[in-house]
Structures are given as structure tokens and as C-alpha cells.
């Protein structure tokens, strides 16, 4: 699904000072894999990230999705490219505050095109889909933080994308909400075959992924596969590992 | 879910865009209010001129005596028996009719004018003055009436009008008694009286009122009508124009011709047509004789062309520049929102249109209030202006219509109604006249519309400001900035 071929990322601040996030990453991300992206703060996690979903481009080399350069795309394929293949879950949350939480899975779909009816009926359905029915009409100010986690990850499912990428979704909850999280993303990447890349800090919520990638400096190194039982999807594989 | 994200985020920004809404209502406001007082001054110039020249006019062509042809037409005493005296102790009575400052020019000149290919109409009057003289011949020896007695010359000024087409002094009135002159009347010696003249002279339909002539005699004409002129109007008794120029031995002249222009843009080319048509003729323009004009009114235009004009325009400035400010600081404000949406597959087109969706709404709202604050401000013109006074400078050789005032014993127009009284003593040339009119600020539906326009422009240009900076935000970015 992913290949990335000696990706750098050089950011320039002020003058001439240039700060380099990636260094000649390569990776490649099988399909329904689920990666976990781990390092300390400030190493390119979430540069990593953007990339992988087109939310910037690199200063050399190239990101392939599905055999397609992301960073050659015109503006309108890259939107489309997310809005049909790829979901984000950020640590934040990133909820529209003024719409409710069905009408934030509900933007997700604007982009798709479909009638605003069907639109309306499948946002519902998602928001209801990660356990809070009863919270459709809701504004984001009027959720707990995990309430607005779930609203994000069913926005990030509802388009039904292949790829799931997720940048530290539990960082700003409390440990058992995050365990909550956590589990709702692993059953959901399990049931859908959908590739995840996580991002974390956390040692114990990379721990569940297939595959851990550590990001040091804007250096990649991909770890062995995690302790404990290998965390297969049913009928996939697990992704080659590779430096 | 446009118009429901629209909603939300004006509702969540109410207080901003209530801001921005305001500034452009003050500035749209301004500009109505201004535009309608221009208008009611405009209106209050027009009526004024109309007043003197009479409604459809846009040109009058005098000419000027030739030098040494006598101011006042060459007055003189006709004698009953030339080469005799009157007996010493004797009543003389003379009648006479004069041509005043403005030469006569032959008619024909009327239909060459009415030809040319931009004239709508043209028509001729010919402008007099009735002077009449009476005294008791001095002489003999001394006691009563030896030394002779004069009497005060009474005057009114008096207009031959054609009487076909609707230009000129009369058709600006309206008739309040009897009938106006038909073409019928043509060579009848019936006259139509104004008003003024008639209350204070006991003139009625039906009285008879006694007209001079070139060689003094006196001819009744009985009155069929009475006129209210307009404010500033010097004719005092209006007959028909062959009936002008038979008593005042001038068949086939006029000394004052109206004209109609085609339309307001070709005043300029039907004015360099007749001067070309006739060149020893004076062209005189609504827009030449209003700068002639002086008085609050005069204050007025100024005040509303150029101060008004100056301060809707800066204020409308800045409200544009407030609405371009708050817009784009809205936007900055939701950098993370708009990046959230790009990651979301939302095109940079949809996140520009949201935007320059809420600056519309916000533009249309303060298109409205300012509409009705404009329809307010003149409002409050209407009620609150104190009557306007325009006062007509006289320039050389400049004519002002109705003419009479130019006359021996001509009206200055005065006050609504003329302050005529039985004759006046001859005055020799004329105060300037002074005309009264109210102030109006008419609001039309154009204005109102070109209004709410120019609110919804302003808030367009708000929100390219702000789609422009929305449009160049690139998602990461976007995202790494702190909410």
C-alpha cells in the first residue's frame, strides 16, 4: 500500500536555519498492517504522518500510495485521495466546534458527494457505531474527551477509508480512556481490514500494533515484532519488515 | 451543511459580525443618506430654475440690444396730436409697452432652433413691460395744480406666449380659476393673470385689465384665467404672442426663445448648435444659471456634493477596510478548522466558499441596515431642513426667464406670491429674485439597491481577503498551530 523511498523532510525557521524531521526514511506499509510510529517528542512522528496522508510533501524522495507519487498530485487529486482513502484521528480531536457530533462525520462526507440524506443517515450511523447514540446532537464543548475521541475516530471511519491514520489519539486521555481508545481501534481496524498507522509515545499502546517503527532524529528503525502474540488481522498478513 | 456551518459560525462569532455588519450599515447608510440629500438639492435647483424657466426647458436664447439702442426699448411719450402741447392743467394718460433689455429676434429663428436634430421642442415669447404714465400738464399761474402733478408710473410685466406646445413660463403654472389660452385665442384679447397679481389688484375671470401699446393706446383684455406661477415667476399677465407683437408693433418677433433639449446629455451640443445657428445670440443653460445662484440652497449643493460626498466615501472606506480586517482575523482564528477540513478531503474552493458565504451574509445583512438607516437619515432631512433660499446672481447678459424683472417696474419675485402691490413705481433694473423652496431627500429604489450592493461588494471583498488567506493554508501547517 505505502512505499517510501529515502523520504527527507527539511523545515526552514527563521533565517537560515533549517531543521531536517525526516532523513532518508524508507518504509514500506502493507495493506490491513497496522504500524505503530514511536520516538520522543519532536523526532518526526507526525511529519511522518502528514506525509503518509498527503497533508504536506517531502523535500525529496517520494511517498507511493497504491503505486501513485502523493507528492506529484494537483491539489484537487490529493483532496480526493483523502477524502476517499484516507482517515485522521488527531490528538486533539480537531472537532468542528460549532457542529454537533453526527454534523462533524457528517463534513467528512461532504466531499464524497453523496445526497444529503444518505450523507446525514451514514454520519448517524457512525457516531452511533462507536457507542454514543445518544449523543448525536451534541456540540464537542458538550462531550468528555474521550466522547470527542470516539466522534473522531467514527468521523475518520464513516468514509470508510483504507487507511487509518491516527497521531497520538489517546495523548490528551486519562489512562482508562485511553485503554477504551485504544480498544475501539484495534477492534475497528480488525473488523475492517483497514491499514493503521498509529503514532504514539506510549510504549504500551505501540505494544499492540504488528510492527513498530522508531523515529530518532528523523532516523527510522523498524523493531522487531512486539512481544506476545502476533496482532494479526483475520485473513492478512503481516507486512515484511524492512530498514 | 453549508448553510448550517454558515449559521453556526456567525451565531459563534455574533459579536464580530455584528461589528462588521454595523460598519458597513454606517457606511452604506451615509451613502444613501448623502445621495438623497444631493437628489433633494438637485430637486430644489431644478425647481428653482423651473420656476424661472419653466418646466421642460433646458435653454433660453436672448439676444442683447445692439449698443445705443436704448436700454428700455426706446421709451417715449406718444402724443395725441404730435407737434401739439397739451392744454397747461391737462390729464395725460400714456400706456406704453416696452421691450426691456432683450432685443427682438425674428421668430423664424424659433422654427431654425426647433429643426436642429437634438431639440426636442422650442418656443417663443415675447417679454414686455406695461408702463403706464399719467400727469397733469404744469403751467399757468401759481395756486392748485399750477406746478402740475405726477403720478408714479405703474408697470407689469407682461408675457406673449405661443400657444402650442407645453414650453415656457405659462404651462409651469397651474390654473386656479377659468381656462389657460387656447390656439383658439390666437388673436382674441383675452389674458391669463398670475395669481399674485390678480389678489392684489382685484383681478378676477371675466375683469377687464387695460394693455398698452408701442403707439399708447390702450386696449381691454379680459381675463379668462388665473395662473399660480411658481415661486420666482415675473409675469404678471400672460397674452397671446400675436397679440404681443401686434401692440407692441413687433409682428413676427420674440425676444426670449425656450428651448427643450432631446435629452439631459445633449444640452451641451444642442447649446453649441444655437450659438452656431445664431451667433450674436446668449445661450443660457440650466447648469450656467445655477452657478449663478447663491443662498443656503447654494450652500447646500455644496455642502452635499463635497463634504457629504468626501465623508460617505471615507467612511464607507473604512468600514470595507474593518469588514477586509475582522474577516481575515476570523480566518486566522480557524487556521486549525480549515486544516482539519483539508484532512478531511474538503478542496480549498469549498473552504473559500464557506467563507465568502458568511462575508455575503454579513455584507447582506449590513446591506439591509444600512438601507434603512440611509431611508432614516433622509428622512430626518425631510423633517428637519429649514426651508432653502436661492437667490439668482445676475450676470451680463445672462437670462434669467420670465425676463420682466430686467424691465422698468419689473418683479423681483420676492416671496411665494410676489410682493406686488397695485402697480409698482418704476424701479429701473430689478433686485436679483430670490425664490423659496423646501428641502426634499427623495430615496428611490435604485439607491436603496445600489446600496445594499455596494454593502454585499464590501463584503465580497471581505471575504476574498480572508478565502485568499484560507486558500493558501497548507494542511500541515494548518494543524500544527495551537487552537
Redesign the interface.
Given at each position: 500500500m505505502y512505499k517510501l523511498t529515502e523520504v527527507t523532510k527539511v523545515y526552514r525557521g527563521r533565517g537560515t536555519q533549517r531543521v531536517t524531521a525526516l532523513a532518508g526514511v524508507s518504509l514500506t506499509i502493507g495493506d490491513g498492517e497496522w504500524l505503530a510510529v514511536q520516538g520522543p517528542t519532536g523526532h518526526g512522528k507526525t511529519t511522518l504522518l502528514q506525509l503518509l496522508g498527503g497533508l504536506d510533501r517531502p523535500t525529496s524522495g517520494s511517498v507511493e500510495f497504491n503505486g501513485r507519487d502523493l507528492a506529484g498530485l494537483r491539489e484537487g487529486e490529493i483532496a480526493a485521495v483523502r477524502a476517499r482513502s484516507f482517515g485522521f484521528v488527531f490528538q486533539t480531536f480537531n472537532l468542528i466546534p460549532t457542529l454537533s457530533a453526527a454534523e462533524n462525520v457528517e463534513a467528512a462526507l461532504v466531499p464524497l458527494g453523496l445526497p444529503a440524506a444518505r450523507r446525514r443517515e451514514r454520519a448517524r450511523a457512525a457516531v452511533a457505531g462507536v457507542g454514543l447514540r445518544d449523543r448525536l446532537d451534541h456540540l464537542p464543548s458538550e462531550l468528555s474527551g474521550g466522547q470527542q475521541q470516539r466522534v473522531a475516530i467514527a468521523r475518520a471511519l464513516a468514509k470508510e477509508p483504507s487507511v487509518l491514520l491516527a497521531d497520538e489519539p489517546t495523548g490528551n486521555l486519562d489512562e482508562d480512556t485511553r485503554d477504551e481508545i485504544i480498544s475501539l481501534l484495534q477492534g475497528l481496524w480488525a473488523e475492517r481490514g483497514l491499514t493503521l498507522v498509529l503514532v504514539t509515545h506510549d510504549s504500551q499502546v505501540a505494544r499492540r500494533a504488528q510492527r513498530i517503527a522508531v523515529l530518532r532524529q528523523g532516523l527510522l528503525k523498524i523493531s522487531a515484532e512486539p512481544p506476545g502474540e502476533p496482532q494479526s488481522p483475520p485473513g492478512g498478513s503481516a507486512a515484511p519488515v524492512r530498514t | 451543511?453549508f448553510l448550517?456551518?454558515l449559521r453556526?459560525?456567525l451565531?459563534?462569532r455574533a459579536r464580530q459580525a455584528v461589528v462588521i455588519a454595523l460598519g458597513l450599515a454606517l457606511g452604506v447608510g451615509l451613502v444613501v443618506t448623502v445621495t438623497a440629500a444631493s437628489a433633494g438639492v438637485q430637486s430644489a435647483q431644478s425647481q428653482v430654475l423651473h420656476s424661472l424657466y419653466g418646466v421642460g426647458t433646458d435653454i433660453t436664447v436672448t439676444q442683447s440690444p445692439a449698443p445705443g439702442s436704448g436700454g428700455f426699448g426706446g421709451f417715449r411719450f406718444g402724443l395725441r396730436h404730435p407737434g401739439s402741447q397739451p392744454a397747461a392743467g391737462s390729464r395725460v394718460s400714456v400706456n406704453r409697452l416696452s421691450t426691456g433689455t432683450y432685443a427682438p429676434v425674428a421668430a423664424a429663428d424659433v422654427a431654425a432652433i426647433a429643426r436642429l436634430p437634438a431639440v426636442a421642442g422650442a418656443s417663443g415669447a415675447l417679454l414686455l413691460s406695461d408702463i403706464r404714465l399719467s400727469f397733469t400738464v404744469p403751467g399757468g399761474g401759481g395756486g392748485p395744480g399750477g406746478q402740475g402733478s405726477f403720478r408714479p408710473p405703474v408697470t407689469f410685466s407682461i408675457a406673449g406666449v405661443g400657444l402650442a406646445g407645453d414650453l415656457g413660463p405659462l404651462p409651469s403654472g397651474t390654473i386656479t380659476s377659468g381656462r389657460t389660452l387656447a390656439r383658439a385665442d390666437a388673436k382674441a384679447d383675452v389674458a391669463v393673470v398670475d395669481s399674485g397679481y390678480a389678489a392684489q389688484n382685484k383681478i378676477s375671470v371675466g375683469s377687464a385689465i387695460a394693455v398698452g401699446s408701442a403707439s399708447g393706446r390702450t386696449t381691454r383684455f379680459t381675463v379668462i384665467g388665473i395662473v399660480r406661477e411658481p415661486s420666482g415667476s415675473a409675469t404678471d399677465v400672460f397674452i397671446p404672442l400675436a397679440r404681443a407683437q401686434a401692440l407692441a408693433g413687433l409682428a413676427g418677433k420674440v425676444n426670449m426663445i425656450y428651448v427643450a433639449a432631446g435629452s439631459a446629455s445633449g444640452i451641451g451640443r444642442v447649446r453649441r448648435e444655437i450659438s452656431s445657428l445664431l451667433p450674436k445670440a446668449t445661450v443660457t443653460t440650466a447648469a450656467s444659471l445655477a452657478s449663478q445662484v447663491t443662498g443656503s440652497l447654494a450652500s447646500a449643493a455644496s455642502l452635499a456634493s463635497s463634504l457629504g460626498r468626501w465623508l460617505a466615501a471615507a467612511v464607507l472606506a473604512a468600514a470595507f477596510a474593518l469588514a477586509c480586517l475582522l474577516t481575515v482575523a476570523a480566518v486566522a482564528r480557524r487556521v486549525?478548522?480549515f486544516?482539519?477540513?483539508?484532512?478531511?478531503?474538503?478542496?480549498?474552493r469549498?473552504i473559500v466558499g464557506q467563507v465568502m458565504g458568511e462575508a455575503l451574509v454579513l455584507g447582506l445583512t449590513g446591506g439591509a441596515a444600512g438601507a434603512a438607516l440611509g431611508y432614516g437619515g433622509a428622512a430626518l432631512i425631510r423633517l428637519l431642513a429649514p426651508p432653502l433660499t436661492a437667490t439668482l446672481g445676475q450676470a451680463s447678459g445672462s437670462a434669467a426667464p420670465g425676463g420682466a424683472r430686467f424691465l422698468p417696474g419689473g418683479h423681483s419675485g420676492g416671496p411665494p406670491g410676489g410682493a406686488r402691490g397695485p402697480g409698482g413705481p418704476l424701479r429701473g433694473l430689478a433686485t436679483a429674485p430670490t425664490v423659496t423652496v423646501h428641502m426634499t431627500a427623495p430615496v428611490t429604489l435604485t439607491v436603496l439597491a445600489a446600496a445594499i450592493a455596494l454593502a454585499v461588494a464590501g463584503g465580497l471583498i471581505a471575504g476574498g481577503f480572508g478565502g485568499w488567506r484560507a486558500a493558501r493554508l497548507?494542511?500541515?501547517a494548518a494543524?500544527?498551530k495551537v487552537?
Amino acid at each position: 500500500m505505502y512505499k517510501l523511498t529515502e523520504v527527507t523532510k527539511v523545515y526552514r525557521g527563521r533565517g537560515t536555519q533549517r531543521v531536517t524531521a525526516l532523513a532518508g526514511v524508507s518504509l514500506t506499509i502493507g495493506d490491513g498492517e497496522w504500524l505503530a510510529v514511536q520516538g520522543p517528542t519532536g523526532h518526526g512522528k507526525t511529519t511522518l504522518l502528514q506525509l503518509l496522508g498527503g497533508l504536506d510533501r517531502p523535500t525529496s524522495g517520494s511517498v507511493e500510495f497504491n503505486g501513485r507519487d502523493l507528492a506529484g498530485l494537483r491539489e484537487g487529486e490529493i483532496a480526493a485521495v483523502r477524502a476517499r482513502s484516507f482517515g485522521f484521528v488527531f490528538q486533539t480531536f480537531n472537532l468542528i466546534p460549532t457542529l454537533s457530533a453526527a454534523e462533524n462525520v457528517e463534513a467528512a462526507l461532504v466531499p464524497l458527494g453523496l445526497p444529503a440524506a444518505r450523507r446525514r443517515e451514514r454520519a448517524r450511523a457512525a457516531v452511533a457505531g462507536v457507542g454514543l447514540r445518544d449523543r448525536l446532537d451534541h456540540l464537542p464543548s458538550e462531550l468528555s474527551g474521550g466522547q470527542q475521541q470516539r466522534v473522531a475516530i467514527a468521523r475518520a471511519l464513516a468514509k470508510e477509508p483504507s487507511v487509518l491514520l491516527a497521531d497520538e489519539p489517546t495523548g490528551n486521555l486519562d489512562e482508562d480512556t485511553r485503554d477504551e481508545i485504544i480498544s475501539l481501534l484495534q477492534g475497528l481496524w480488525a473488523e475492517r481490514g483497514l491499514t493503521l498507522v498509529l503514532v504514539t509515545h506510549d510504549s504500551q499502546v505501540a505494544r499492540r500494533a504488528q510492527r513498530i517503527a522508531v523515529l530518532r532524529q528523523g532516523l527510522l528503525k523498524i523493531s522487531a515484532e512486539p512481544p506476545g502474540e502476533p496482532q494479526s488481522p483475520p485473513g492478512g498478513s503481516a507486512a515484511p519488515v524492512r530498514t | 451543511m453549508f448553510l448550517t456551518y454558515l449559521r453556526r459560525e456567525l451565531r459563534r462569532r455574533a459579536r464580530q459580525a455584528v461589528v462588521i455588519a454595523l460598519g458597513l450599515a454606517l457606511g452604506v447608510g451615509l451613502v444613501v443618506t448623502v445621495t438623497a440629500a444631493s437628489a433633494g438639492v438637485q430637486s430644489a435647483q431644478s425647481q428653482v430654475l423651473h420656476s424661472l424657466y419653466g418646466v421642460g426647458t433646458d435653454i433660453t436664447v436672448t439676444q442683447s440690444p445692439a449698443p445705443g439702442s436704448g436700454g428700455f426699448g426706446g421709451f417715449r411719450f406718444g402724443l395725441r396730436h404730435p407737434g401739439s402741447q397739451p392744454a397747461a392743467g391737462s390729464r395725460v394718460s400714456v400706456n406704453r409697452l416696452s421691450t426691456g433689455t432683450y432685443a427682438p429676434v425674428a421668430a423664424a429663428d424659433v422654427a431654425a432652433i426647433a429643426r436642429l436634430p437634438a431639440v426636442a421642442g422650442a418656443s417663443g415669447a415675447l417679454l414686455l413691460s406695461d408702463i403706464r404714465l399719467s400727469f397733469t400738464v404744469p403751467g399757468g399761474g401759481g395756486g392748485p395744480g399750477g406746478q402740475g402733478s405726477f403720478r408714479p408710473p405703474v408697470t407689469f410685466s407682461i408675457a406673449g406666449v405661443g400657444l402650442a406646445g407645453d414650453l415656457g413660463p405659462l404651462p409651469s403654472g397651474t390654473i386656479t380659476s377659468g381656462r389657460t389660452l387656447a390656439r383658439a385665442d390666437a388673436k382674441a384679447d383675452v389674458a391669463v393673470v398670475d395669481s399674485g397679481y390678480a389678489a392684489q389688484n382685484k383681478i378676477s375671470v371675466g375683469s377687464a385689465i387695460a394693455v398698452g401699446s408701442a403707439s399708447g393706446r390702450t386696449t381691454r383684455f379680459t381675463v379668462i384665467g388665473i395662473v399660480r406661477e411658481p415661486s420666482g415667476s415675473a409675469t404678471d399677465v400672460f397674452i397671446p404672442l400675436a397679440r404681443a407683437q401686434a401692440l407692441a408693433g413687433l409682428a413676427g418677433k420674440v425676444n426670449m426663445i425656450y428651448v427643450a433639449a432631446g435629452s439631459a446629455s445633449g444640452i451641451g451640443r444642442v447649446r453649441r448648435e444655437i450659438s452656431s445657428l445664431l451667433p450674436k445670440a446668449t445661450v443660457t443653460t440650466a447648469a450656467s444659471l445655477a452657478s449663478q445662484v447663491t443662498g443656503s440652497l447654494a450652500s447646500a449643493a455644496s455642502l452635499a456634493s463635497s463634504l457629504g460626498r468626501w465623508l460617505a466615501a471615507a467612511v464607507l472606506a473604512a468600514a470595507f477596510a474593518l469588514a477586509c480586517l475582522l474577516t481575515v482575523a476570523a480566518v486566522a482564528r480557524r487556521v486549525r478548522e480549515f486544516g482539519t477540513l483539508k484532512a478531511l478531503g474538503w478542496r480549498s474552493r469549498r473552504i473559500v466558499g464557506q467563507v465568502m458565504g458568511e462575508a455575503l451574509v454579513l455584507g447582506l445583512t449590513g446591506g439591509a441596515a444600512g438601507a434603512a438607516l440611509g431611508y432614516g437619515g433622509a428622512a430626518l432631512i425631510r423633517l428637519l431642513a429649514p426651508p432653502l433660499t436661492a437667490t439668482l446672481g445676475q450676470a451680463s447678459g445672462s437670462a434669467a426667464p420670465g425676463g420682466a424683472r430686467f424691465l422698468p417696474g419689473g418683479h423681483s419675485g420676492g416671496p411665494p406670491g410676489g410682493a406686488r402691490g397695485p402697480g409698482g413705481p418704476l424701479r429701473g433694473l430689478a433686485t436679483a429674485p430670490t425664490v423659496t423652496v423646501h428641502m426634499t431627500a427623495p430615496v428611490t429604489l435604485t439607491v436603496l439597491a445600489a446600496a445594499i450592493a455596494l454593502a454585499v461588494a464590501g463584503g465580497l471583498i471581505a471575504g476574498g481577503f480572508g478565502g485568499w488567506r484560507a486558500a493558501r493554508l497548507r494542511p500541515a501547517a494548518a494543524l500544527a498551530k495551537v487552537g
